[in-house]
């Protein structure tokens, strides 16, 4: 359910929901609004607890979520979160950019691609040191050597660096050196993990499982959202189709469809959505027109000799184009890249 307060109300008589809130066995959430103040009482459903509070000194009503996601949706917050780490921030007018490489692979690779990727426009650097790989005879990722280099190509450009946490028990190591966790399609329903990433207070990108629902995308995120951090970042990145001239289906219109459902900031992944290098920048250009809040896309200097996923890298050119092209269409929306 959510308590609407009255414009105007006090911090005494907010105080005093809350309380109410908290006897009837009830989570409470508070959400400060530009007009009103919202309080969300969160947990299973109480017979007369909607009675109980209506009667509260400046609540103007008690409405109940319809949404199963109860804090990503906007029956609950209608403003639009915008997600900040460092110049990163996904949600406002300005699109933010992640760009690297799918794995850090050494230091002189991530230090160039650093500098380059700042230089075109971008605020956010990927690049993976745990790698979730499909088989257990491919490159693995870096470790925490592969996060110090992160480290130092931050301390250099200055770009939060956005790298993939695979277990719960490697959080507190990556978290000590990156700006945002991303927690991968493969562990979206990894739970305890979400709690995890949840607990670390660090913004999240989360992205969506290749076979998840809107519903379960949203209900992965309300695990990160009920720790109490509410920088989360939802990431389309394709899902697992019939089709085969592709890697994933990209599917766009999860963009609008996410506005509309969630205030939570959208993020698209052309690289993976796509898999093929020629399709990204297009499938960029698109994401931007749907609204997208930002963009996350796998570049490196060399993508023939990638250790992962270097069909579907963009050479430092491409993405130097790829930018100008998508600068255009954020522009047309009035909006700034
Ligand atoms: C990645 O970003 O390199 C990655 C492994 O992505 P996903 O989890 O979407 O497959
Ligand atoms: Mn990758």
Do not use: W
């Not at 991530?110 to 075109?120: D, G, P, R, Y």
């Not at 979400?194 to 629902?213: D, H, I, N, Q, W």
């Not at 599917?251 to 690289?271: K, R």
């Amino acid at each position: 359910m959510i308590v609407v307060m009255k414009p105007g109300a006090t911090q005494r008589q907010i105080d005093h929901v809350i309380e109410r809130i908290e006897q009837l066995g009830l989570r409470s959430h508070v959400i400060v609004g530009t007009e009103r103040t919202v309080v969300a009482a969160l947990g299973e459903k109480r017979d007369g607890a909607k009675q109980a509070l209506e009667t509260g000194e400046a609540v103007e009503k008690v409405v109940p979520i319809l949404a199963p996601y109860k804090m990503a949706s906007t029956e609950v917050k209608q403003e639009r979160t915008c997600v900040a780490a460092r110049g990163l921030k996904v949600g406002g007018r300005r699109l933010g950019v992640i760009a690297g490489p799918c794995s850090v692979e050494s230091r002189d690779q991530i230090l160039e691609l650093a500098h380059f990727v700042k230089e075109a426009g971008a605020s956010g650097l990927r690049g993976g040191a745990f790698k979730p790989r499909t088989s257990p005879y491919s490159f693995q990722g870096l470790k925490e050597k592969g996060l110090q280099m992160l480290a130092e190509a931050r301390q250099q450009t200055g770009l939060a660096v956005v790298t993939e946490v695979m277990a719960p028990e490697h959080v507190p190591l990556v978290a000590r050196y990156a700006d945002v966790l991303q927690v991968g399609a493969r562990n979206m329903q990894n739970y305890p993990l979400l709690e995890a990433v949840g607990e670390s207070e660090l913004p999240v990108l989360l992205k969506r499982g290749p076979s998840a629902t809107m519903d379960e995308f949203l209900l992965a995120a309300e695990y990160i959202l009920k720790t109490g951090n509410t920088e989360v970042m939802l990431c389309e990145r394709g899902i697992r189709t019939f089709e085969d001239h592709t890697r994933f289906t990209l599917p766009l219109a999860t963009v609008p469809y996410l506005h509309q459902t969630t205030h939570l900031p959208v993020v698209v992944d052309p690289s993976h959505g796509t898999g093929k290098a020629s399709l990204v920048a297009p499938m960029a250009v698109a994401a931007v027109a749907a609204g997208a809040d930002g963009i996350i896309v796998e570049v490196h200097p060399d993508p023939e000799k990638a250790l992962s996923d270097g069909f579907q890298a963009l050479t430092p050119a491409a993405f130097r184009h790829m930018m100008a092209d998508c600068r255009k269409v954020a522009a047309a929306l009035g909006k700034m890249m």
